[in-house]
């Protein structure tokens, strides 16, 4: 069976270019669900601000039910990396299997747990009597396609860690193509307004996820989904690894969230105003973030690999090159964001208070982001290694700098200051980072035989 990668021989370099573009090129195209959605929302007549302002206070939760899926996937696949690495193929099928379960069990309960409490929840996120109406309209439908959207993105994980980066790019671009197709038909052709960015969407998740699921259970896949042998202890190992990366995207999305909840409180008559920014600013946001989780996460399973079959000097060398890649990438968008921040800015809205105020934010928020991209080749790197001891308190390190910030800012320079809190973490973060990194990758790596070969 013809392997698009060979993880444990091919040329370092070029595995880290084959399996990063695809990777980085599959969560930059993701982008489209969000900003695609938001653009044709902000130009809805007459009430596209107020519009997009409810949909952006969705969009944190929305991100938070898409982190399990990451829970899920990023738990799993770095174990199933490992397994493979250590040709423990037997228990490489148990984890795809208990991981499939687990997908179906989350998207059944968080469907049913979220539907009677949208109103509190949204209020509570931002949502103002004038932009509620928005956000339920929107929130009530993509809830509807939950089961689409962590299939999707969770078990594509599962492909992408047996080495078919090529495969797991399709599967968003195909999503995000019938999304660019679906959103104007339902926006302004069926004149359904945010209902029909919410439907475009979930449709778009159900294309992604056929195909997800039919990779998994063909015959092209070395490791295929299989019923039975479900067990407790292998559930557990899936999510205590992947409490890192739910971790990660979750309080991020709190984050946009008491961002949202602090610019109303402290923005005055401008809350509203303020708060249609941060989704533009979000928006922005989204297209470093995501592309750069492509590289530093679609390259896990290289780090995996190699950590399983007890290769340190691989290892070492795949992190040089993702975390170089990563920093690329961020110095890259460091200077678009400076470029091309008020065409971006143009695309969601045409009121001049408000491109202004985007303008001002984007170029704040993005200040540090040339670090931020070590951030997450580390936090990563140590989650591809099963090493939750170190990438989950790291995580948290750099949120907890981004909370005392954003709550100590507004009250003493005004509510726009609040967006200085993302530069100040996104330094702090990565440099504590990098110190913990090169203290303790040596130990890591010594170990990496004996986990692979305790694996049950």
């Known amino acids: 069976m013809a392997v698009e990668n060979d993880l444990g021989r091919d040329s370092i370099g070029k595995l880290v270019w084959r399996i990063a573009i695809p990777s980085m090129l599959a969560q930059f195209v993701s982008v489209l669900y969000s900003i695609?959605?938001?653009?044709?929302?902000?130009?809805?007549?007459?009430v596209g601000g107020l519009a997009l302002a409810g949909v952006g206070i969705c969009g944190p939760v929305v991100t938070m039910i898409g982190s399990i899926a990451s829970l899920v996937g990023?738990?799993?696949a770095p174990i199933m990396g490992i397994a493979l690495g250590a040709e423990n193929?037997?228990?490489?099928?148990?984890?795809?299997?208990?991981?499939?379960?687990?997908?179906?069990?989350?998207?059944?309960?968080?469907?049913?747990?979220?539907?009677?409490?949208?109103e509190p929840m949204l209020r509570l996120f931002g949502a103002s009597s004038v932009t509620y109406p928005y956000a339920k309209a929107y929130f009530s439908i993509y809830l509807c396609g939950t089961f689409f959207a962590l299939m999707a993105a969770g078990m594509n994980q599962f492909i992408i860690c047996q080495g078919y980066a090529v495969a797991g790019m399709k599967s968003v671009i195909i999503g995000a193509v019938f999304n660019i197709i679906l959103d104007p038909v339902f926006i302004f052709g069926l004149n359904l307004g945010v209902r029909g960015a919410a439907l475009a969407t979930i449709l778009s998740q159900a294309a992604s996820a056929a195909y997800v699921l039919c990779f998994l259970f063909g015959r092209r896949t070395g490791v295929r989904i299989t019923f039975g042998g479900y067990d407790l202890r292998v559930m557990g190992r899936i999510l205590l690894l992947g409490f890192?990366?739910?971790?990660?995207?979750?309080?991020?999305?709190?984050?946009?969230?008491?961002?949202?909840?602090?610019?109303?409180?402290?923005?005055?008559?401008?809350?509203?105003?303020?708060?249609?920014?941060?989704?533009?600013?979000?928006?922005?946001?989204?297209?470093?973030?995501?592309?750069?989780?492509?590289?530093?996460?679609?390259?896990?399973?290289?780090?995996?690999?190699?950590?399983?079959?007890?290769?340190?000097?691989?290892?070492?060398?795949?992190?040089?090159?993702?975390?170089?890649?990563?920093?690329?990438?961020?110095?890259?968008m460091f200077l678009l964001a400076r470029v091309a921040g008020p065409g971006f800015v143009s695309l969601f809205t045409e009121h001049s208070a408000v491109a202004d105020s985007a303008c001002r934010a984007i170029g704040i928020?993005?200040?540090?982001?040339?670090?931020?991209?070590?951030?997450?080749?580390?936090?990563?790197?140590?989650?591809?290694?099963?090493?939750?001891?170190?990438s989950l308190p790291l995580s948290f390190w750099r949120k907890a700098v981004y909370f005392t910030a954003i709550f100590l800012l507004?009250?003493?320079?005004?509510?726009?200051?609040?967006?200085?809190?993302?530069?100040i973490s996104d330094l702090i973060g990565p440099c504590t980072s990098?110190?913990?990194?090169?203290?303790?990758?040596?130990?890591?790596?010594?170990?990496?035989?004996?986990?692979a070969s305790s694996q049950d």
């Not at 959605?37 to 130009?43: E, H, Q, T």
């Not at 507004?410 to 530069?423: H, I, L, M, R, S």
């Not at 990098?434 to 986990?451: H, N």
């Open 74 to 76: 990023l738990g799993g």
């Open 244 to 332: 890192t990366p739910f971790l990660i995207i979750a309080v991020d999305n709190v984050m946009i969230i008491t961002m949202n909840a602090l610019l109303q409180r402290h923005g005055g008559t401008q809350g509203d105003m303020l708060v249609t920014c941060n989704a533009i600013v979000q928006s922005f946001m989204l297209v470093i973030t995501m592309p750069l989780g492509g590289i530093s996460g679609g390259t896990q399973s290289i780090l995996s690999y190699n950590y399983g079959a007890g290769q340190p000097q691989r290892v070492l060398k795949a992190q040089q090159y993702i975390a170089a890649l990563c920093m690329g990438f961020a110095a890259l």
């Open 410 to 423: 507004p009250p003493a320079f005004g509510a726009e200051a609040a967006f200085y809190a993302e530069p």
């Open 434 to 451: 990098l110190v913990i990194y090169l203290f303790a990758i040596r130990k890591v790596l010594a170990g990496g035989q004996a986990t």
């Open 89 to 118: 193929h037997a228990y490489a099928k148990r984890i795809l299997a208990n991981a499939f379960l687990l997908l179906g069990l989350f998207s059944a309960a968080v469907t049913l747990l979220l539907f009677p409490l949208q």
């Open 36 to 46: 695609v959605d938001r653009m044709y929302v902000g130009n809805i007549a007459d």
């Open 365 to 390: 928020t993005t200040l540090s982001i040339i670090p931020l991209g070590l951030q997450y080749a580390i936090v990563d790197g140590f989650t591809a290694m099963g090493q939750v001891q170190f």
